[in-house]
């Protein structure tokens, strides 16, 4: 075989996609330039284009690739088999019954996908054919977007976004860096410094830039958005240097160009390669608990309907076993169906009635609740007490599919910063040996020394700690990667840096990072800017220094530490240190640590973010030690950030203490009454942070998730030093079983003030240790188990030192547990996105950290505080909603085909409908479906003021508890017995009687026809009994449908049709309804189908009244009382209600001043009053009094029976 393997691998690696899964690396030709003859020779790959595909179909896949995804829904493929099986068995009713339904639901679904995705199309669109400029033979050519490939040189201006992944070869900047944002990637506002390859950084033209002669190895793609490893060989008289590529000279797609004039760089992954791209990866559909019961309602429906099949298959054959009851003599069967096989028969047969009762299960429910959940969502959207006029924006929503789940939550998983704070840092403080140093204020009337800047000193320092204090002031102002902005337009105004000591303005990655720079400018200490490798600062006495930047050991969450190596204009070399006390104290050797660490200590418990800062003198040959060992690390391709971090754990060691820092991240507004909210509500709150205990713990009673009373326990990395895990968790368990020893979980939840309420903290270390699977030899167990049970118990539980993983993690036990409880995730940063795309519900904060956590989340609310509402008001709501929407579907199909199953009984089994075709494929799209959907989108059973005042009503809905099996079966017996009334009234009221004035019987149709229009009023009433709050909508809705309903019978039964071949409703309806019995009997057929729900509701509601009920007849006691212009603080409640309201409030734990609040100020908006109240009897019958004299002349049908034939 002559072609060699390479040559083979070269062709695989062309025509086969997934590469990357054996090819390690790539290599780029850098401006398409072949290397040099003697270079190592390379395979060329072939790489995509530039286009972002974001959208699900083309224009050719769109109909079978959407039809596919459709008929993979149940209920679809479902009524697909029908339609099919009545296109191929002679069955009693036409195809057109249920494919007119089904093509109904598909084209709609359909419509709104398309546009969807058109959508999508759209914005992949106007991306990819955004104009972009590429070096070509030393010009630049301006290029569509989607066109740019793999090795092209692009140029990229100020404020302009990156339309690929690039290096950076060269800036505007002297020193070959530039600024760039990365906000739509992960969250961070802040500007972050990017490095050019330091060969290329010179080249600053066209020209230049098109004469570089290198190439570039680096990792295929993935998805990582911190992590890459390369390197570069640029060709200087045809001898390679390499030079290591890291993330600090990748610029990532997505990114914007700030405070930078320019750059060139050159593309390395493009259009789907490129990490934002890989980081769209579709989200797991979520699907609420509310889905899961429709369909296992949905199965039982079916289980019904093909029982019922059965049933009638069996009886007709039982039926037609006696000779003189099969077929008459004048419907004499054919030969041929009288040879065909009883199976055959009977199968065809048992078809045939499926197809009869098919309707039984409700396939344009499926479309009402996609639109519902559509519709709805725009609530959220338009509420303007979720629009935020800081940062001008409005809640959005993703994902419409779980709106009613908002209403069901039981866990409330939390990041602190920027979610409960406001990532808004501010200096408090910094302690220097033990000295602590505040800006702005004067300690024992003293002014110290240059106190212009510095107001205040604890006690003044000796000469030698004077040297100190200032190393520990540079110390700061050098160990940053603070950018200082030259000119910053604000209202027209230039602030920049202008002689000596002015208003500066930093940037920077960190936002405490710009507060320490800036607290050290308030003592005395400004730094001015990075030049050339060189920093300035201005000190005390407002001379110049300058140091020159050697090396940055960047900042990471693992090290959770940064370091510099500077060199002083005296030569001396200097590394300096700053990051949390857990990661310098061990490596510090001298200092007065006691001191220090005590302060630290004091502050962490005021809730400050604490930072402490070290340094070390080095050697000259230290220093080259040090050089040898960081470019060995970032030479490396395999293993670079391992490498790394063992090189600056070597490098940061031995150092010496300076002091420590205090920084504030203020409370986010009304943080603290969401949570209580939240906590009355019955949620569980967890804290999940990645700051340090203390810190985390203060924040936490600051907003409220710990009372003052709140026992706290402790499960930390420093308890499990000290005794085992084992034991520890086996202490803790004792502590919160023996107290709450019976109770059931809902008992407890941070209302009831008789037990102790428990508090539980936990670290990111102890964390893992609890997540390790059970070793086989070990009798360690599995203590999965007791930490759940331990944190069952707690009303509070505060996670620190949290990786974003283990954030995921956490609430990935808390939802596999027993209970399966509803979970949210609420979150501002790039770091909180497992957890938000885990949890049930995830919600994402537009916050200072971008906007990485509000795009992959369902809701994204503008702050914390608005949490409150979106699951209180508009959770309640939609849940309330949507479940009378699934029962009252349920019910209305139960009452429409049962009648049609008792009628067989009557009419020898032989399939014959009861009600006329158009009847049937009408019902559920025209006659009875806008009435349920309006409700389903503005029904308020109780004033929206009153479910935010008083959270605790959340707790009437949790657990599914509207959906439950007993409400379920409540509603089919019901649907049953109304379908009893209906038949058999129309049956016997009918019986051997004449019906019109001229002595004519009612046929078969005609029967069908009364069944129906009793069956059409009775569930439209039924839906009007059940709404509270009443608009001209409502009004309009389920009158106008039922006033459509008379008007088609009265055209479909009044014209002769010329495309019907035959007219069996010909002067039907109009013949009924000349009829006085028949009017009689739709009247007393209606009553008797409403009045047993109607005597149940009473009952329940005088002697077991739910909270929500009580609240109900609470504001309808205190409606008939107050005017519209009455204060009401002036009224006394009248004892009924007042005790009442007591009743309520007892009932819930909460103080009784709490009752009387929700009845102010709204009380006197004119919707409160139109609420109709069905608590007591009066009402009810004056309403449907009302009803008989007005809605006279619409018929209202539930199911009903037929006469037999």
Not at 138 to 162: A, I
Not at 866 to 880: A, E, F, N, S, T
Not at 981 to 1004: A, E, I
Request: net charge neutral; glycine share 6%; with cysteine.
């Amino acid at each position: 075989m002559g072609m060699d393997f390479s040559t083979l691998r070269t062709l695989i690696s062309r025509y086969c996609v997934g590469e990357e899964n054996w090819v390690d690396n790539r290599t780029i030709y850098i401006g398409h330039k072949e290397p040099p003859p003697g270079a190592e020779a390379f395979i060329q790959q072939r790489f995509p284009d530039n286009r972002i595909v974001s959208s699900k179909y083309t224009f050719w896949n769109f109909v079978p690739k959407n039809m596919f995804e459709q008929f993979r829904r149940v209920a679809n493929f479902y009524f697909l088999i029908i339609f099919l099986v009545q296109l191929i068995i002679d069955t009693p009713t036409s195809p057109i019954t249920s494919g007119l339904p089904l093509f109904f639901v598909i084209t709609v679904t359909a419509i709104k996908q398309g546009y969807e995705d058109w959508l999508r199309h759209k914005a992949d669109n106007s991306v990819n054919q955004c104009p972009v400029h590429v070096v070509q033979h030393g010009k630049v050519v301006r290029k569509q977007s989607r066109k740019l490939r793999v090795g092209d040189v692009v140029s990229v201006k100020e404020n302009e976004t990156f339309p690929c992944d690039l290096i950076l070869l060269s800036s505007s900047r002297d020193d070959g860096t530039c600024f760039v944002t990365t906000a739509s990637l992960d969250g961070e506002s802040s500007h972050k410094t990017y490095y050019a390859v330091q060969d290329t950084r010179a080249y600053n033209t066209e020209k230049e830039v098109g004469s570089i002669h290198a190439t570039i190895e680096c990792e295929q793609p993935q998805p990582d958005l911190y992590k890459f490893v390369g390197r570069i060989n640029v060709y200087m008289d045809n001898e390679p240097v390499a030079r290591p590529l890291g993330s600090e000279n990748l610029l990532l797609r997505g990114a914007t160009l700030k405070n930078t004039e320019y750059i060139y760089a050159v593309a390395i992954y493009t259009g789907m390669e490129t990490k934002m791209a890989l980081n769209y990866q579709s989200k797991s559909q979520k699907r609420s608990a509310v889905e899961k019961s429709m369909n296992a309602y949905l199965m039982v429906y079916l289980c019904i309907l093909i029982s019922k099949a059965l049933i009638n298959t069996v009886l007709k054959y039982v039926w037609q076993a006696d000779p003189n009851r099969d077929e008459p003599w004048y419907n004499d069967r054919t030969e041929a169906e009288r040879q065909r096989h009883i199976m055959i028969r009977a199968f065809t047969d048992f078809l045939a009635f499926m197809v009869l009762f098919n309707y039984i299960i409700p396939v344009s429910m499926y479309v009402t609740v996609e639109m519902q959940k559509f519709l709805g969502s725009y609530f959220i959207m338009w509420d303007d007490e979720m629009f935020d006029e800081e940062l001008g924006e409005r809640a959005v929503v993703n994902t419409s599919d779980l709106n009613e789940e908002l209403g069901q939550v039981e866990y409330v998983f939390t990041d602190k910063t920027g979610t409960l704070t406001e990532n808004n840092m501010e200096f408090i403080e910094c302690c220097v040996d033990g000295h602590v140093y505040v800006p702005h204020a004067i300690c024992n009337g003293q002014v110290m020394p240059g106190a212009t800047s510095m107001d205040m000193i604890d006690t003044s320092p000796g000469p030698g700690a004077r040297e100190h204090e200032e190393l520990f002031f540079r110390a700061l102002c050098l160990c940053h990667t603070v950018q200082v902005k030259e000119e910053e337009t604000v209202d027209g105004i230039k602030q920049g840096i202008h002689q000596g000591k002015s208003t500066s303005f930093y940037i920077s990655s960190s936002p405490d990072e710009v507060a320490l720079v800036e607290g050290m400018k308030r003592l005395g200490f400004t730094y001015l800017r990075l030049k050339d490798s060189q920093m300035e600062i201005l000190n005390r006495e407002d001379e110049i220094e300058r140091f020159q930047l050697l090396e940055v050991l960047t900042f990471d969450s693992v090290r959770r530490r940064m370091s510099v190596i500077v060199r002083s204009s005296t030569g001396e070399l200097y590394l300096f240190c700053k990051g949390a006390d857990s990661s310098i104290f061990p490596r510090v050797v001298s200092g007065k640590v006691d001191q220090v660490k005590a302060r630290v200590e004091h502050n962490a418990v005021e809730g400050l973010r604490t930072l402490c800062v070290a340094y070390r003198p080095l050697s000259p040959e230290q220093y080259q030690e040090v050089c040898h060992l960081l470019n060995g690390a970032k030479l490396a391709l395999q293993d670079r950030d391992k490498r790394l971090a063992e090189a600056y754990d070597i490098i940061e060691k031995d150092l010496i203490l300076l002091g420590a820092t205090a920084v504030e991240d203020r409370l986010q507004e009304k943080a603290a009454d969401t949570i209580e909210s939240l906590h009355q509500a019955g949620m569980k709150v967890w804290v999940l942070t990645g700051d340090k205990m203390e810190t985390a713990a203060a924040t936490c009673y600051a907003s409220k998730l710990f009372r003052r009373n709140t026992q706290i326990l402790e499960l930390t990395t420093k308890r499990t030093e000290e005794q085992s895990l084992h034991d520890v968790l086996f202490d803790l368990s004792r502590t919160v079983l023996r107290q709450h020893g019976g109770m059931t979980r809902e008992s407890f939840s941070g209302l009831s003030g008789d037990c102790t309420d428990y508090g539980l903290i936990i670290d990111g270390a102890t964390l893992s240790a609890v997540m390790r699977p059970a070793q086989e030899d070990s009798n360690s167990g599995n203590y999965k188990e007791i930490f759940l049970e331990i944190c069952r118990n707690c009303s509070a539980v505060l996670c620190c030192r949290m990786a974003p993983l283990q954030k995921a993690q956490i609430v990935k036990l808390i939802k596999a547990s027993k209970e399966h409880p509803i979970t949210l995730a609420i979150g501002d940063g790039a770091n909180d996105v497992s957890m938000i795309l885990e949890a049930h519900v995830g919600i994402g904060i537009m916050g200072k950290e971008g906007r990485q956590a509000a795009r992959n989340s369902d809701y994204a609310i503008p702050k914390f505080k608005h949490l409150k509402k979106i699951l209180l008001v508009h959770g309640h709501y939609y849940y309330i909603r949507i479940s009378e929407l699934v029962q009252y579907f349920f019910y209305k199909n139960v009452c429409f085909i049962f009648p049609q199953f008792l009628y067989q009984f009557f009419c020898g089994f032989s399939q014959q409908p009861l009600y006329d075709t158009a009847y049937l494929t009408l019902y559920n799209i025209s006659f009875t479906s806008l009435p349920i959907l309006l409700y389903s989108l503005i029904e308020q059973h109780i004033n929206m003021d009153i479910l935010r005042r008083d959270p605790s009503l959340y707790r009437d809905i949790a657990k599914n508890s509207l959906l439950r099996w007993p409400i379920f079966i409540y509603w089919t017996i019901l649907g049953v017995y109304d379908a009893f009334v209906m038949f058999f009234g129309c049956y016997f009221l009918f019986d051997n009687t004449t019906f019109t004035s001229n002595g004519q019987m009612f046929g078969n149709w005609t029967f069908g026809t009364l069944v129906f229009t009793v069956l059409v009023f009775t569930v439209t009433f039924k839906l009007a009994l059940d709404t509270h709050y009443w608009t001209w909508i409502n009004h309009f809705v389920i009158w106008g449908s039922l006033i459509f309903f008379v008007v088609f019978s009265l055209l479909w039964g009044g014209i002769i049709w010329p495309f019907l071949n035959y007219q069996r409703m010909y002067y039907v309806f109009m013949q009924m309804l000349s009829s006085g019995p028949a009017w009689l009997s739709i009247i007393l057929l209606i009553t008797a189908s409403l009045l047993p729900d109607v005597v149940k509701k009473v009952i329940c509601r005088t002697l077991w009244p739910t909270t929500t009920e009580r609240i109900q007849n609470a504001d309808k006691l205190y409606e008939g009382q107050l005017s519209e212009f009455t204060p009401l603080a002036s009224l006394h409640a009248p004892s009924k209600a007042g005790s009442l309201r007591r009743g309520s409030g007892n009932q819930r734990n909460s103080p009784n001043p709490r009752r009387s609040e929700p009845f102010t100020k709204k009380i006197m908006f004119t919707r409160w009053q139109r609420t109709p109240d069905y608590s007591t009897f009066a009402p009810l019958l004056r309403f449907a009094d009302g009803s008989r004299h007005s809605k006279q002349g619409h018929a209202y049908g539930g199911a009903g029976p037929e006469t037999s034939v």
